[in-house]
């Protein structure tokens, strides 16, 4: 979805380095998420942030952190990467004002970490 | 939020009806079923939602047992083009997705 924007595309690092993925967003969505995927498996919700002032650690946060600079922004970071964190990373957007019933989250295109 | 269980893969011929379904055995009276897809590694893409009733829209059916324990996602003519991975989620109150491992359905012509 061009609404939601991920960069880099892909990255090769190497073990120790810091990383930063960004996402950016046009969708005016409060909430935002970080996703990885690992070969085979579905995702896996890293952190989530309801609005700016709001972040929230998902299932594996270790060895993560983020920041939400503006409600367009959420970034992902690996302060010392390791190469199990290896993995494809999704970034998405969800609208809550439709209501509790809805809640489809916008998906963008991915980042393709890789750690050597 | 509810863990679901979904046959890890299906296949379907082109231009007939996929049929996929999902156990949500614990599935709670608040929390809603989610469809999303995922073609190749793109980013999941949203189908469908419901809570009790049926639901249809442009891209699917979601039929939903009386009893809420299972659900049946519908592609009333499958096409090359739906070969992807399937993921049935139930959402609870927090907003959160929790993907399973999906089933992947492979549409042969």
């Known amino acids: 979805d061009a609404d939601v924007t991920q960069t880099p595309r892909n990255r090769i690092t190497k073990t120790g380095k810091r990383i930063m993925l960004e996402c950016s967003q046009t969708?005016?969505?409060?909430?935002m998420y970080w996703y990885r995927q690992d070969p085979g498996l579905g995702l896996r919700l890293i952190y989530y942030?309801?609005?700016?002032?709001?972040?929230n650690k998902g299932e594996i946060s270790d060895g993560y952190s983020v920041s939400r600079q503006a409600q367009a922004k959420f970034s992902l970071s690996l302060e010392s990467a390791i190469p199990n964190q290896t993995a494809l990373y999704f970034c998405a957007t969800s609208d809550p004002t439709g209501g509790s019933s809805y809640n489809e989250q916008f998906f963008g295109p991915g980042t393709r970490l890789t750690v050597l | 939020d509810a863990k679901t269980t979904q046959p890890p893969s299906m296949d379907c011929a082109e231009g007939r009806a996929a049929n996929l379904p999902c156990n949500h055995s614990?599935?709670?009276?608040?929390?809603?079923v989610y469809w999303y897809r995922q073609i190749h590694s793109q980013g999941p893409q949203y189908i469908i939602h419901?809570?009790?009733n049926n639901e249809t829209n442009e891209m699917a059916s979601l039929i939903i047992t009386e009893d809420r324990k299972s659900s049946t996602l519908i592609l009333p003519h499958a096409t090359l083009r739906d070969t992807a991975v399937y993921y049935c989620?139930?959402?609870?109150?927090?907003?959160?997705?929790?993907f399973g491992q999906g089933t992947t359905l492979q549409v042969k012509p």
């Open positions: 419901g809570l009790k």
């Open positions: 989620i139930v959402r609870g109150n927090t907003g959160k997705l929790i």
């Open positions: 942030s309801f609005d700016v002032k709001d972040i």
């Open positions: 969708k005016g969505h409060d909430r």
């Open positions: 614990t599935i709670s009276g608040n929390e809603y």
